[in-house]
Structure formats: C-alpha cells, structure tokens
C-alpha cells in the first residue's frame, strides 16, 4: 500500500509569458513556440539556480516550487530581470508576470497540490506584465530588505476564499532614486573581496562574477570538511557587492564581525565587512575549513 504523500511548507510561484496570444499572431506558430520556449528556458535556469524546482510548463506558463519565500522572492526579481531583457525577432521586449505564496503544500515528485497552489495561480493570474504579485502573509516572512521591495496593491477577491487577500507588489526594477544613489558609489568604489582559506589566499575583483565552493575537486576553492557539499556555495558579484549564494545538504553558516552567525540553507547573504563563512555546520563545531571574507 503506497504511503500518501506529507503536507510540507513551501513557497510556489507560477511565472506566465505575457501576451502569448499576440506573438503567436505576429511571429506565426513556429517562431513563437521557440521564443516562448526560450523564456521558459531562463525561467527554469533562473528557479534552479535559486534552489527551486520546475514542477511543471502548460503553454507559456511555468510553476515552480522554493523551500523558501525568500528564494522565490529572488528568483521572481532575477527572471522579470532576464526575461524584460529579452526581444523578438522583431525587436518586441518580452514580459512575464507572477505571483507566488508560502504555505502548506502537497508535493507529490510529479506534482503540488493543495490551497497554497491556488492562491498563487490567482496571484499571478492578478498580475500585469512586468508584476509579480505575493500575499500579506508571505510579505510578513521575508527579511526586511525583501519587505522594503513590496508596495500593497490593496485587498482582492480570490475565488475559494471566504474573505478578500491583501496583496503586495514585488519591485524588481532600480528605482531612478537607487540608480542616482548608485552612480556615484560605483564610480568611487570598485568591487574588491578578499579571501583567505588555510594558506590560500584569494582577491575577487570587478573582473570576476562567479565563484565557488565545495568538496569537489573543480570547485574554485576547495573544502575538505566532511560535513560540506560537492557543490556546497558559490558567490556572486552584483555590481559592487559580493554575494553568498548556498545550494548545500547541511547550510552555509555566516558571521560578519560584531554579530550573531546567520545560518543559509538555499538563501542568500550579501557580504559587508570582515567575517567568516563556515561550511556544513556552525563556526563553534569545527574552525578547520573556515574561508575568512573581508570586503573593505
């Protein structure tokens, strides 16, 4: 007798190419199938690399499921990013919109069910090309730097709920404000991370985008800590900041200098300061394999 599957909680976010309908009438079915296919392609690229899981494509649309709301949140922000970026053959920009929940969820392998799922098609199906939209209850989770990225689009009627959900906008593009603040940064400071591992010793420049960890031989530096991941981290280079990215079993543990260690399990950590990164367990358990950051 099969055992049922367990309700677990999950982040869920469906991602639908906006007027589809419009490019199968200009580019004709066989141009637009492939376009359609190559914004899927990025959307499925970007949701693993933020440790989601395509669970399914119907068309133009994608649904994908996060162990995180955070996850989803900076997997929504990287495809608007990447896909907005991308045109026809005719020079026409393409567009998704999304939507995405937190809660209990039924997930099966093969697929994801229950009032979680449905709340986040009808999000999606709420938004305008170029929106992701999320619920009040998902907004309440996020860290305060995700939380300062929404703006509340008021209260909606969604079918199958008895009372109307709040529902909050996520802004993936620069504000002109933060672009003005950033010109002048960018200008004076250049992107520098120092790293030190045992005897290694490593500078991370402007000229260097990606960066990696891990037990595996190929990875850029290499952790021996039996408790660390094959592929266990990777770090980033977003304009003038480093990021810390974990894609590990057991967690990537942080500690920027004068506060508390942060534990990663597939989330993200933008690097400030001097610190530590610890691998597979916390600082306190085993200092060996300890990769010392310092970003002044």
């Known amino acids: 007798m099969e055992t049922a599957p367990a309700q677990r909680q999950a982040a869920i976010l469906f991602a639908d190419i906006a007027g589809s309908t419009r490019l199968y009438e200009t580019l004709g079915d066989a141009e637009a199938l492939a376009t359609i296919a190559r914004a899927l392609d990025v959307i499925r690229q970007v949701c693993e690399e933020h440790g989601g899981r395509i669970v399914k494509t119907i068309g133009d649309e994608a649904m994908a499921i996060f162990p995180n709301a955070a996850n989803a949140a900076y997997a929504a922000i990287t495809m608007q990013t990447q896909v907005s970026g991308m045109k026809t053959s005719r020079g026409t920009p393409l567009a998704i919109h999304a939507g995405f929940h937190y809660g209990p969820v039924i997930d099966d392998s093969n697929d994801v069910f229950g009032d979680s799922v449905n709340l986040a098609a ?14 009040a209850d998902t907004v309440n989770i996020l860290s305060p730097s995700l939380r ?41 400071r250049a ?9 290694k010793r490593v500078e991370l420049g402007a000229d260097v985008n990606l ?7 190929q990875s850029d530096m290499v952790i021996a800590d039996r408790m660390a991941s094959r592929l266990h981290a ?11 990215i974990d894609h590990s079993t057991n967690g990537t ?10 534990e990663l399990r597939r989330e993200e950590f933008t690097l400030r300061g001097r610190g ?16 010392e950051f310092d970003t002044q």
């Open 122 to 135: 009808r999000l999606t199906s709420l938004a305008k090309a170029g929106q992701t939209l999320l619920s």
């Open 148 to 188: 300062s990225r929404t703006r509340t689009q008021d209260t909606h009627t969604v079918r199958g709920k008895q009372n109307d959900i709040a529902v909050f906008e996520l802004i993936w593009q620069e504000s002109r404000e933060e672009l003005t603040a950033m010109a002048p940064r960018a200008a004076v």
């Open 191 to 199: 992107a520098m991370l120092k790293l030190a591992h045992g005897d």
């Open 211 to 217: 960066y990696t960890f891990g037990r595996d031989a």
């Open 234 to 244: 990777r770090i980033e280079r977003r304009r003038d900041k480093f990021v810390l």
């Open 253 to 262: 543990y942080c500690t920027v200098q004068g506060e508390k260690e942060v």
């Open 276 to 291: 530590r990164i610890s691998f597979g367990h916390a600082y306190h358990e085993d200092p060996a394999e300890t990769v």
